[in-house]
């Protein structure tokens, strides 16, 4: 099996995954929130059929035939109205990222070279003059 590898910048990516779903004609509507769903009931099955949104001071609502909830980690179906999101246990821990600006490297030139640094205290940093050290 052939694996490539490659880094790409989120945003860029993204922009350019969009912009070729608009050349391919889909119209996307950015800066756009979904803030509800209306459903219809009949004959027994209810479906969501249009929603409403809202763009800065505009807002709206557009129906449709299908719907296909992208929302990510929102879940706007799953969580809002379908509440049948599951959470894997495992899983469930945190990330951190930040950008800076005017940074060296830390451990240039050892195999230590960019790895993250975290520091874990407890108590008071005065009564723990070493504090738990974890190396990512
Ligand atoms: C810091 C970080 C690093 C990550 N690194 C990696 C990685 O290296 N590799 C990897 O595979 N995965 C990584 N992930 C996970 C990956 O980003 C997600 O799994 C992936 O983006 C999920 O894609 P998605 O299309 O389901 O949702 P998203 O990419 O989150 O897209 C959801 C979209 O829906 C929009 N939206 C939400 N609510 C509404 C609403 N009400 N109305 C309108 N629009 C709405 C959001 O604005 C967003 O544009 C990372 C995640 C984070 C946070």
Redesign the pocket.
């Known amino acids: 099996m052939l694996v490539l590898m490659t880094h790409q910048t989120?945003s860029d990516f993204?922009k350019l995954l969009l912009d070729h779903a608009k050349e391919c004609g889909a119209c996307a509507y950015e800066r756009?929130?979904?803030?509800s769903l209306r459903f219809s009931d009949t004959s027994g099955t209810s479906r969501p059929v249009s929603?409403e949104?809202r763009r800065s001071d505009h807002s709206g609502e557009i129906s449709f035939d299908f719907l296909v909830d992208?929302?990510?980690?929102?879940g706007?179906m799953s969580d809002r109205y379908m509440k049948n999101r599951h959470y894997n246990e495992s899983l469930r821990n945190i990330?951190l990222?930040g950008y800076w600006t005017g940074v060296g490297t830390y451990g240039l030139g050892t195999e230590r070279e960019g790895a993250p640094w975290f520091e874990a205290l407890t108590g008071k940093c005065k009564d723990k003059p070493h504090p738990t050290r974890y190396m990512g």
Request: glycine share 6%; no cysteine.
């Open positions: 989120r993204d756009t929130r979904v803030t929603a949104w992208a929302t990510g980690r929102t706007l990330a990222w």
